[in-house]
């Protein structure tokens, strides 16, 4: 079988995709026409095909491992699983993981086989979107690639960590695709636009530098928008008198109207994106905490989403030391439940950016943190009696709530009292900080305290503020 030859499946066998022949004669999207054809046409991903870099080092010394080329959409995970192949002696053969199964794998490696007994030459198969693999689907291939029958170029724009098995993850390699930089975009609209046979250099386009820059921008890391919008542009800006096609931010705007943000309600740019936005309010950036506010809801996120993160932030990373934040985040929750977006996006917009100004105490975190712990530790220790309810006679007489103290009969309100069960006497989850209000609530309280201490001649000491209360 010659390299021309490759796996072409008769009707009813296997859902093979093989790669593109030069003589199909129907038209393809430039995207398909611009593919780059070797390794140092590859623009964007210098880190894997650089010198010196994994896959250039793993073609170079003719061991091709199997491998996980996961990135976002538009960087190049199917043209790089295609020229391996072209470059390597492997039989290429290409599947969709949407519509292939455990049937379809067994007969690859049957056939991957018999290609290695009658021409010596292994098999590369391209599994795109291996996450939507399920488990046993993953099981059936999992010994094709241990034994080397398969060399697997799995592509996924999903974290493998979370959708590939980890059997199979141990068994490859995994390489990390980043979004383009604007520069490898420009490299990419120059030669779609100069090129005459593959790409539009007979429409002539000319791009003014506005209209550039507002095409790199809403590409957004992704070549194969950037291309389709270059060929939709050739197809509807018409020419002029000397038959350049001009295209101005004017005809951007027209054609691209909004750029619509990569974002997921479920997948990990969900986690990346509110973890960001909860980070920054943390370290008290405003603007940047802005930004990722702005890229969840113009994203499309669920609002109410974003809403309820930052109430937990408002008692997780402010606490008492701004009691107002958990309102103001309640107010800001309400407001996007009664407005929706996008009136509602300034109430999440005025709530983060008080959140993130406001000082910052994780005191109530950790003393929460802390009785949990007790509780857990301690078991369901029995309330002390007189701290129970005695709604009827029987409890009454078996001594529910007697002795208990009223604190509003005594001077200062308050009462030599104890509220924990045995055992916790000397138990002091919360633990204030020196930021914001929290230390004038409890130097007041403590002083309450002190204060009917002396008139009841106790002898408790209630604990002092800490400090340093990281050390605590």
């Not at 470059?87 to 290609?115: C, H, M, N, P, Y």
């Not at 007189?386 to 709604?391: G, Q």
């Amino acid at each position: 079988m010659s390299k021309g030859d490759r796996f072409k499946p008769a009707e009813g066998e296997l859902p093979f995709d093989p790669r593109p022949s030069a003589e199909v004669s129907a038209p393809r999207p430039l995207a398909e026409r611009m593919r780059p054809r070797t390794l140092d046409e590859v623009v964007g991903q210098p880190h894997l095909t650089g010198t010196g870099a994994p896959l250039r080092r793993a073609l170079e010394a003719g061991a091709l491992p199997s491998m996980i080329l996961w990135g976002p959409p538009g960087t190049g995970k199917t043209t790089l699983a295609r020229v391996l192949g072209e470059a390597t002696q492997l039989e290429f053969v290409a599947l969709s993981a949407v519509l292939a199964g455990v049937k379809d794998i067994r007969e690859l490696a049957e056939r991957a086989r018999s290609i290695r007994r009658t021409t010596g030459r292994g098999t590369l198969l391209f599994l795109d979107e291996v996450h939507r693999f399920n488990k046993s689907q993953q099981d059936a291939l999992l010994p094709h690639v241990e034994d080397g029958t398969i060399v697997l170029v799995g592509a996924t724009t999903e974290n493998p960590s979370f959708e590939v098995n980890p059997a199979l993850l141990s068994r490859a390699q995994v390489f990390v695709l980043r979004g383009l930089e604007p520069e490898a975009l420009r490299l990419l609209a120059e030669r779609a636009i100069s090129d005459p046979e593959r790409g539009l250099g007979r429409h002539q386009l000319a791009i003014d530098p506005d209209a550039m820059t507002l095409l790199l921008g809403i590409s957004d890391g992704d070549a194969r928008q950037l291309l389709n919008t270059l060929e939709s542009l050739a197809q509807v800006c018409p020419p002029e008198a000397d038959g350049r096609r001009v295209v101005d931010i004017e005809a951007m705007r027209r054609l691209k109207g909004k750029l619509f943000l990569r974002a997921d309600r479920a997948g990990e740019e969900h986690y990346n994106l509110i973890s960001a936005l909860h980070k920054s309010v943390r370290g008290s950036d405003p603007d940047a905490a802005l930004y990722w506010l702005a890229r969840l809801i113009e994203a499309g996120e669920d609002p109410l989403y974003v809403a309820r993160r930052i109430v937990r932030m408002a008692s997780e990373d402010v606490g008492l030391a701004d009691p107002g934040a958990l309102v103001i985040a309640n107010a800001a929750k309400d407001a996007v439940h009664f407005l929706g977006i996008p009136e509602g996006s300034l109430a999440l917009a005025q709530a983060t950016v008080y959140l993130a100004l406001a000082p910052k105490s994780n005191a109530i975190e950790l003393a929460y943190a802390r009785a949990a712990e007790a509780a857990q530790r301690a078991g369901s220790r029995p309330v002390p009696l007189h701290l129970r309810n005695a709604p009827t006679r029987l409890m009454n007489d078996l001594g529910y709530g007697r002795a208990y103290r009223y604190p509003h009969d005594f001077p200062g309100r308050w009462v030599d009292e104890a509220y924990l069960p045995d055992g916790f006497d000397l138990e002091r989850f919360y633990r204030p900080t020196d930021q914001g209000r929290e230390p004038k609530l409890w130097a007041s309280h403590l002083e309450r305290i002190r204060r009917a201490q002396e008139l009841q001649g106790t002898r408790i000491v209630p604990p002092e503020i800490p400090a340093d209360p990281s050390t605590e």
